[in-house]
């Protein structure tokens, strides 16, 4: 039986896609605080938060297996209350060392999370037979809009042990209430993995080609990973480096650096919300070429823009470029190889964020942040071009 399209499954699933983006950005907002605290470099930071990805790609494939065993939605449940807990711990590290060992579980709970909320979301999608995925993420980006707001108003008033304390808390209460919604809603058949080389088209059916072949799918597969993998690249420079950006090289406040970010997040919600109906407009393979380019666009604005609404105007076309990449790769990684799929693109995903911390830290201390900031505008570009290759293999979602 199929969900009304904003069924309470659908509602809960994005409840949980908002969470993990409000989560995740109470850590991003406070970065510099916890940098000052444990007195680090930015190579220094850039191996701690690698930490973070470690945890995260080391977590995807267990989470994936997971996830075929007992199903998406309790181990989403599992994930985001293990998130809510871990936000709490870097505001207690006081060494370099400590911090990368907390952001070890932290990316643990994050890696967990995204990669069963994404299967949850495929199984959704081919439900509601329409391309929904964007919307799911325009919950995450939301969640991080939101997230950047209140840490940055209660930047002043409370420490970040506090502000770190009611993001988790927060999380928590969420977690509980729509995990309770989720688990009692009928479950959504899950996407078994079609190796026919042929994502699924806006109806959420798959054809079979008898000419396709496994071997095939798992190239599409590693396609979609790469574009995943590029993308995240630039989502996690824009989240480990955007604030600070902001405040060493364009002189802005705490709190105008956290608007910056903000407003990125902002812009990639807005776009994720129309991403829907773009995709089925443009087609998916164009929507993420376009999209691609103007992230790269943008970034060259963002690091080289000499004065704060330059640089902020900037972020806002990374924001909106990138809207859409990373859920569009997954959607199609997870039509064509069921969780697995998504746990396989999510890892190479999140790979991005494994090597952005440790090539954006050491550039920035060789060359400064604004010209290590420019080889998002490269990963960007990568991403733009990739869906063409995966588009001569698949069938076009329009």
């Given at each position: 039986?199929?969900?009304?399209?904003?069924?309470p499954a659908r509602i809960a699933l994005t409840a949980f896609f908002a969470v993990d983006g409000f989560l995740f950005a109470s850590w991003v907002v406070r970065i510099p605080d916890i940098r000052s605290q444990v007195s680090a470099s930015h190579s220094a930071l850039g191996l701690a938060l690698l930490c973070?990805?470690?945890?995260a790609v080391l977590t995807?494939?267990?989470?994936?297996?997971l996830c075929l065993r007992y199903g998406s939605r309790p181990v989403t449940v599992g994930s985001l209350a293990l998130l809510s807990l871990a936000v709490l711990l870097p505001a207690h590290a006081h060494s370099v060392t400590a911090?990368?060992?907390?952001?070890?579980?932290?990316?643990?709970?994050?890696?967990?999370?995204?990669?069963?909320?994404?299967s949850a979301a495929v199984d959704l999608v081919a439900q509601l037979r329409r391309p929904v995925m964007p919307s799911f993420h325009a919950g995450y980006s939301f969640g991080g809009l939101v997230g950047t707001g209140v840490s940055g108003l209660l930047a002043g008033p409370l420490s970040t042990a506090w502000a770190l304390a009611l993001s988790a808390a927060l999380g928590m209460?969420?977690?509980?209430?729509?995990?309770v919604v989720l688990l009692r809603s009928p479950a959504a058949a899950a996407?078994?993995?079609s190796h026919t080389g042929r994502t699924a088209e806006p109806s959420g059916t798959a054809r079979p080609d008898a000419g396709s072949t496994r071997p095939r799918t798992r190239l599409l597969v590693l396609l979609l990973?790469?574009?995943?993998?590029?993308?995240?690249?630039g989502e996690g420079a824009i989240a480990d480096w955007a604030?600070?950006?902001l405040t060493d090289d364009v002189q802005a406040s705490s709190v105008v650096a956290a608007t910056g970010y903000g407003a990125y997040a902002f812009a990639m919600a807005g776009g994720r919300v129309g991403g829907t109906w773009l995709s089925i407009r443009l087609g998916q393979t164009r929507l993420m070429l376009f999209g691609g380019l103007t992230a790269a666009v943008g970034m060259l604005v963002a690091a080289l823009a000499p004065v704060v609404p330059v640089a902020i105007c900037g972020f806002v076309l990374v924001g909106l470029g990138l809207a859409n990449l990373f859920p569009l790769a997954i959607a199609r990684a997870g039509a064509a190889g069921g969780p697995q799929g998504v746990a396989f693109a999510s890892s190479l995903g999140y790979g991005g964020m494994l090597i952005g911390p440790v090539v954006i830290g050491f550039l920035a201390d060789a060359a400064g942040l604004p010209l290590a900031l420019t080889t998002v505008t490269l990963a960007a570009t990568v991403a733009a071009l990739l869906p063409l290759s995966v588009g001569r293999r698949v069938t076009d979602d329009r």
């Open positions: 039986m199929t969900d009304s399209p904003w069924g973070l990805s470690i945890g995807m494939p267990v989470i994936g297996r911090l990368g060992g907390v952001l070890l579980l932290f990316g643990a709970g994050y890696g967990g999370a995204n990669v069963a909320m994404n209460a969420v977690t509980v209430g729509a995990g996407v078994a993995p990973g790469l574009t995943a993998l590029c993308t995240a690249y604030t600070l950006h």
